[in-house]
């Protein structure tokens, strides 16, 4: 299973990006997929998780409120709508797609993950 994710780029803080992450298989429709991103100097850290039909989301606190993430199992791609974007968003994002038809903030539950797109937020 290959992921690709897209969509990163360098913005103003308030902006908003789409993020998109496309699996190479459909069996990733039956999976729970996630997005995580890593800073420079710090640990990958979690950022939303949807379920396999998109039934269940759950985001990091730091992305409820401004941050969507939703599916498009036809097109086999998840998405990580970002808005009000701020410095503190600045990384590298990463889609993983879950081994369990749920997503999880935990990512030891993520079998795949993409190479990641780089979101760089200017203040």
């Known amino acids: 299973v290959q992921l690709q994710a897209s969509g990163g780029g360098l913005v103003q803080a308030g902006d908003s990006l789409r993020l998109s992450c496309t699996t190479s298989r459909r069996t990733g429709s039956n999976n729970g997929m996630g997005w995580f991103r890593q800073a420079p100097g710090k640990e990958r850290e979690f950022v939303a998780a949807i379920s396999w039909n998109g039934g269940s989301v759950m985001y990091a606190d730091s992305a409820k409120g401004r941050f969507t993430i939703s599916r498009d199992n036809a097109k086999n791609t998840v998405y990580l709508q970002m808005n009000s974007l701020k410095p503190e968003d600045m990384a590298v994002y990463y889609c993983?797609?879950?081994?369990?038809?749920?997503?999880?903030?935990?990512?030891?539950?993520?079998?795949?993950w993409g190479r990641g797109t780089q979101v760089t937020v200017s203040s």
């Open positions: 993983a797609q879950s081994r369990y038809a749920s997503g999880s903030m935990d990512s030891r539950a993520y079998a795949y």
